[in-house]
């Protein structure tokens, strides 16, 4: 179940309270009684999003490293050829 942060109207005091999806928001603080509200939060992704991660991620040796095959378009010929990886042809057609 999700938990949800609420702070209190009056004072701004936050706490967090797990609650279904299903219920309705908290109208009042289960302690104190005083009126409250959910706060909405950005999401918490636990991950490094960068460019160079992203980069370092789809270089051709971490990509080849992980079994996978990479082709980059020859923008002369507009055939894609190998770069990376072992399996497949050497050369693909448009």
């Given amino acids: 179940m999700p938990v949800y942060v609420y702070e209190t109207r009056d004072t701004g005091e ?3 309270c797990v609650q279904s999806m299903h219920d309705s928001p908290l109208q009042e ?14 999401p918490n992704l636990g991950i490094k999003h ?4 992203e980069q370092k991620l789809l270089s051709n040796d971490h990509v ?3 079994g996978f ?26």
């Avoid at 960068?50 to 991660?53: D, E, S, V």
């Avoid at 190998?82 to 693909?92: D, E, N």
Wanted: proline share 10%.
């Fill in 14 to 16: 936050r706490f967090e």
């Fill in 29 to 42: 603080h289960p302690e104190t009684g005083a009126p409250v509200r959910r706060v909405i939060l950005p």
């Fill in 50 to 53: 960068t460019a160079g991660r």
């Fill in 64 to 66: 080849e490293k992980a």
């Fill in 69 to 94: 095959t990479k082709y980059e378009k020859d923008k002369v010929t507009g055939k894609y050829n190998r770069v990376a990886g072992k399996q497949g042809p050497s050369q693909l057609d448009p």
